[in-house]
Every structure is written in C-alpha cells, then in structure tokens.
C-alpha cells in the first residue's frame, strides 16, 4: 500500500505553476530598462545573487524569482511538478516580459528547457548560466554519478552554508543544517534534480538561438566544470568563462569577476549597459556577513534547520 495520499503521487496530475516574481531593484537610468530575471537552484533562495545586485548596471531592473524548490518552499512540488512549467510561469510573469535570465545549478536545465520550448523571439534576448548540470550522450553517466550524487548530495547543501555565512557557522553545525535541508527535500526531491540531469543530452540546443554566457568554477565539486564547457560548445551561440579558485556559487566567491562578465554579455546585446561609475562595488555596502552570526542567520534560508538555534 502506497504511504503516499489519495491524489499526491508521481502520477497526479501536475499543480498549475506556483513559481512568484518580485521586483528587487529598478533600474537608475533614465533609458528603457533591461529586464533581468534571476532563478535560484535547488535549496537556495534569491539571496545568492546578492553580490551581483550591488555591481548591476544602472540600466537592469532586477526581478527575482521565488521558486518552489527553495529552501523554504513546499516539497510536495517534487511529487508531480515539472519543474520548466515554473521556469515558464516565472518568465510570463516578469512586466513586459524578461530580456535576460541568469540561472544557478539545478535550474539551469529546466530553464534552458523552458527556453527551448518557447522558441525564438518569444523569450529572453540572453542568458546567464551558472554551474549547469549537463552532459552531451546519455552514455556518458555511469552508476557511479548515481551514487556520486546520493551519497553526497548534502555536501552541495553545506557548501551553499559555507560560502553564504563563511567561517560564522561551525563545520558541525552547517553540517547539521545541510543534512536537514536535505531530508526536506526528500529522495523525490533528489530524483528531480537527477532526472534533469539526466534529461539533459535531450535538451533541443539548436531551439536556443540566443546568447548564452556559461561561467563555472574549477573547483566546483557538484557541477563538472566540463559541463559547463560542453554545454557552451554545443549551443548556436554559446560562450564559456571557467573561473579559477572558483566552486559552485561564482556569482558570491568571485563577484566582481561575474559582474564582469555578465556586463560584457550585456554589452553585446544591449546597448549602453555599461557599468557606470556609480556602479563599482566601493559604492555600495560590504559584501561581509554580519558580524553577528544571529543577525546573519535571521535572514538566511536554512536558518530554520539550524538544530541548535530553533
């Protein structure tokens, strides 16, 4: 007998999308605004694009998603959701529509699904993309990635903590924290972020014809920087940045590096977004956490798995 209930299992009809927009920034030029969208991954919140809002380019207006799978979101959307239907729902939901995305992780692949879906001229004019998951045969995945992942999936979550709140959380007490957030996802959680991996030597790349910047990490241990690589080799109009001393979460450990290439993506296909003066990042507030690990966490998106501050 199934421990799941009535109508709530893998083969339920899927929910209409859940996924929000809010307007984080506005632009600070007078000129027609470029509209950016920023997707979290898997377990992780709008907080992670936090660096770059402060080195944006007065021209973006900056829209952030709130996705199901955050860390704070409802895990039952892993039962039944397909996961590029929010990407989409996200998309429409963007005033006058986005011009251009930038995406994290495990959203890579269903957003870049969503994109392929909708076809030229009716999406985003470019896209960022961030530690993607993806590989160009299906023969390429072994057992050992299944168990590479299962066993370690969590060390992904704990590298979020340790990158977000630095050397304010003891190793035990992230790991603790990373282990939680884990069990919230739950195995269907885990299962949708390996079977978009696995999905992803489908993906219609030739359906993506617009500017694609692809920036991993050569140390990110959960994304393959050679994911990255092939992914940006095998779209119509890709380009790869590989950062070095870089893991998962280039947008925070490397910000004015991202913010760099971000711009120059945005200069190839918008005019006149260069970063103006009042752009550089001395004029804004520090990108140090908080001296107080209380006020640092009060705001975090694991804060409520924290065994120990609950």
Same mark, same amino acid.
């Given at each position: 007998m199934s421990g799941l209930p009535a109508g709530s299992g893998p083969s339920a009809a899927p929910r209409p999308p859940t996924a929000s927009v809010r307007l984080r920034r506005a632009a600070r030029d007078t000129r027609e605004p470029v509209r950016m969208l920023t997707l979290h991954g898997l377990a992780g919140s709008a907080s992670v694009w936090r660096a770059y809002e402060q080195r944006a380019s007065s021209r973006v207006e900056l829209w952030e998603a709130v996705l199901p799978w955050s860390a704070d979101g409802d895990p039952d959307w892993s039962l039944r959701d397909d996961p590029a239907d929010h990407v989409e729902h996200a998309l429409d939901s963007v005033p006058g529509g986005a011009d251009v995305i930038v995406v994290h992780s495990f959203t890579a692949g269903p957003a870049l699904e969503a994109l392929a879906r909708r076809g030229a001229g009716r999406g985003p004019r470019?896209? =960022? =993309? =961030?530690a993607p998951f993806h590989r160009r045969t299906p023969g390429e995945f072994t057992w050992d990635d299944a168990t590479y992942y299962l066993g370690g999936f969590h060390r992904i979550l704990d590298e979020g903590l340790r990158i977000s709140a630095g050397e304010r959380l003891a190793p035990q007490l992230r790991a603790a924290m990373?282990?939680?957030v884990r069990d919230r996802i739950g195995p269907y959680g885990w299962q949708q972020f390996f079977g978009a991996y696995l999905r992803s030597p489908f993906l219609d790349v030739g359906a993506l014809r617009l500017p694609v910047l692809v920036v991993a990490g050569t140390e990110d241990f959960a994304a393959p920087p050679d994911d990255a690589r092939a992914l940006a080799a095998a779209l119509p109009d890709g380009r790869f940045r590989l950062f070095d001393g870089c893991g998962h979460f280039a947008m925070?450990?490397?910000?004015?590096?991202?913010a760099d290439a971000v711009h120059g993506l945005l200069r190839e296909v918008f005019a006149g977004t260069a970063p103006h003066p009042s752009d550089h990042p001395s004029s804004h507030p520090s990108d140090e956490p908080s001296d107080e690990l209380s006020e640092h966490l009060s705001v975090h998106p694991y804060a409520p798995y924290a065994p120990e501050l609950t």
């Open positions: 470019a896209a =960022v =993309v =961030v990373a282990l939680r925070a450990e490397q910000p004015d590096r991202f």
